[in-house]
Nanobody, 123 residues
Framework: QLQASGGGLVQAGGSLRLSCAAS????????VGWFRQAPGKEREFVAA????????VYAGSVKGRFTISRDNSKKTVYLQMNSLKPEDTAVYYC??????????????????WGQGTQVTVSS
């Protein structure tokens, strides 16, 4: 199971750090992604970290503001979000897949999803 936490209400320009904790199975060998979904919109890719190299990829809209990282010893992946904007408002989901897929931005390539955490950025 995946448990996402750390969401909340923040003013534009502020920061939040989301956590995605795995219970039971280790995250080693799994790539981890963050997606978000705003009301009335499709779920969109935010960031992902690869399973072995821990290299990272980001959506253009968050690159330079968000940082994804992982701590396999704690079975946790983080999403540090800085310089938040009102358009970042959404429910944020973490997800995992075994290995890596070159189409990492597609939600259908991930296997397990957390329950989501709400992020609201006020202007």
């Amino acid at each position: 199971q995946l448990q996402a936490s750390g969401g909340g209400l923040v003013q534009a320009g502020g920061s939040l750090r989301l956590s995605c904790a795995a219970s039971g199975r280790s995250l080693s060998g799994y790539s981890v992604g963050w997606f978000r979904q705003a009301p009335g919109k499709e779920r969109e890719f935010v960031a992902a970290v690869r399973e072995r190299t821990s290299s990272t990829v980001y959506a253009g809209s968050v690159k330079g503001r968000f940082t994804i990282s992982r701590d396999n010893s704690k079975k946790t992946v983080y999403l540090q979000m800085n310089s938040l904007k009102p358009e970042d408002t959404a429910v944020y989901y973490c997800t995992v897949r075994l290995g890596w897929n070159v189409q990492y931005w597609k939600p259908e390539y991930y296997s397990f999803w957390g329950q989501g955490t709400q992020v609201t950025v006020s202007s």
